[in-house]
């Protein structure tokens, strides 16, 4: 599981469409209460009446938000959704995909576990993608780990399932491509960071006491608005905001957001869902290699 930084993948040095500053993912991690659920069962705790509709905020009110900001600022994002996300709030996932956004693999039930079996995760991703193209229409190829938790096969079983990128990784802020075996994969990581997960700024829960904390908006927008602005001033980077409609989906903190999507729109961003921007970086690597396939395809990089 090496990650390829020698400069060989098109990770350092890219150019992005339009010679836009950086690339721009907003994401959303659509986990409704399986959040708590898997994170309580995780730590070996348990979760309180309240945490249930802390976690319900998400599904009945902040995705409304959420998908309106969206629309109002004519912004396209990626959405994680768990399989039983789909099952439970099919008419909200239904919604996300209607207005034009992208659906990706989030697990089934959100499992955030550590050590479970290929054969185990095959189970959950078959189940989850079957559920995701019930509403789509197509398979996934975007994946993100329920807490960001991937195994040592996943990049490869993600590559053998048809995915065209992984979100999870936290090591660098460019999209690179794996390798196995010294054998480059077809496959982008998209890194992001605890710091532009609004997870880190606004989680918030009574069965935890290790866990009440609560920032300002005019803070989290400093820290994310600073973050763009290094990254932009660098060239080629990405900028992966991790979102989560239960917690960025109270008036005041969308309305934040929305300042700050309008604030990088202007200043050299470009957004996009993490599909387009894997496909482009997939795009230069072809070009790179003298490939006539194009990414999807099935053709093997070098
Ligand atoms: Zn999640």
């Known amino acids: 599981m090496a990650v390829p930084v ?40 348990g979760i309180g009446f309240t945490d249930y509709s802390r976690g319900q905020y998400g599904p009945h009110t902040g995705i409304y938000r959420c998908l309106d900001m969206l629309d109002t600022l004519g912004v396209k994002a990626t959405f994680f959704v768990p399989g039983a996300v789909v099952e439970t709030y099919r008419e909200q996932v239904e919604e996300i995909h209607r207005r034009g956004h992208e659906l990706a693999y989030h697990g089934y039930l959100h499992e955030s576990v550590r050590g479970i079996s290929r054969e185990e995760e ?9 559920l995701l193209e019930s509403v789509t229409g197509r398979r996934p190829v975007g994946h993100r780990g329920p807490e960001s938790i991937i195994h040592p096969f996943t990049p490869e079983l993600l590559t053998e399932r048809g995915y065209l990128y992984s979100s999870s990784m936290k090591d660098c802020d460019y999209a690179y491509l794996w390798e196995k075996d010294g054998r480059t994969l077809p496959l982008v990581e998209l890194p992001g960071d605890i710091t532009m997960d609004d997870f880190t700024y606004y989680y918030f829960t009574f069965s935890d006491p290790a866990v ?19 990254l932009a001033e660098e060239g080629d980077k990405i900028f992966v905001l991790k979102l989560h409609p239960q917690m ?16 990088m729109k202007g200043h050299g961003a470009w957004i996009a869902t993490c599909e ?17 396939d194009s990414p999807g395809k099935g053709g093997a990089l070098k």
Request: charged share 30%; no cysteine; hydrophobic share 40%.
């Open 276 to 292: 387009e921007v894997a496909r482009y970086v997939l795009e230069q690597e072809w070009e790179k290699n003298g490939e006539q």
């Open 212 to 230: 009440r904390s609560m920032y300002t908006n005019r803070e989290v927008y400093g820290n994310w608005k600073a973050e763009f602005d290094g």
């Open 6 to 45: 020698d400069g060989k993948t098109n990770g350092p040095g890219i150019v992005w469409p339009g010679r836009k500053r950086v690339a721009v993912m907003v994401t959303f991690d659509f986990d409704a209460e399986f959040l708590r659920i898997s994170r309580a069962k995780s730590k070996g705790t």
């Open 248 to 263: 960025i989906g109270r008036a005041s903190r969308i309305a934040m957001v929305g300042e700050l999507i309008a604030y």
């Open 122 to 130: 095959t189970a959950n991703m078959e189940k989850a993608e079957a």
